[in-house]
């Protein structure tokens, strides 16, 4: 994890890049003592999380150790997660978004529920915690 904060310190300087976050270690995303107990997760606030998208997708290729599946998807997962950010930052002071803005912002979104519904369902027949799918009940 030391490696992986300081990859992602060099990445926001180097792209400066806006973070709150002051360190990230592995009970930011699990509890180290029972990691299978619960499906892990970034936490903090939005605002806090929010600029680690690009930086945690470049260590991400940076301690790849293998090539499979899931790991593109992740990477996938990672880089619509990136362009949904950019498309909502760009357009922050709007109330509504441009219609052709909308329909790229429809298109990511729809692309990273595919993705991440893979890596669930697979994660799902493996017995696996790693992509929570909530329902959400209206």
């Known amino acids: 994890m030391n490696r992986a904060w300081q990859s992602i310190v060099a990445y926001c300087a180097e792209h400066k890049v806006h973070t709150q976050y002051s360190k990230i270690t592995l009970n930011s995303f699990t509890d180290h003592e029972s990691p299978k107990r619960a499906?892990?997760?970034?936490k903090?606030?939005?605002m806090e999380v929010k600029d680690l998208a690009a930086p945690l997708r470049h260590v991400w290729g940076q301690m790849r150790t293998n090539s499979t599946?899931?790991?593109a998807l992740v990477d996938r997962l990672l880089?619509?997660?990136i362009k949904i950010q950019e498309t909502l930052g760009l357009n922050s002071h709007s109330l509504f978004l441009p219609l052709a803005?909308?329909?790229a912002l429809q298109?990511?979104?729809d692309a990273f529920l595919r993705v991440y519904t893979l890596l669930a369902n697979k994660a799902d027949v493996e017995s696996k915690l790693l992509w929570s799918v909530v329902p959400k009940h209206d």
């Open 101 to 103: 803005e909308a329909a």
């Open 44 to 46: 903090g606030k939005g």
């Open 69 to 71: 599946y899931e790991f």
């Open 79 to 81: 880089l619509h997660i």
């Open 39 to 42: 499906y892990p997760k970034l």
């Open 107 to 109: 298109q990511e979104i």
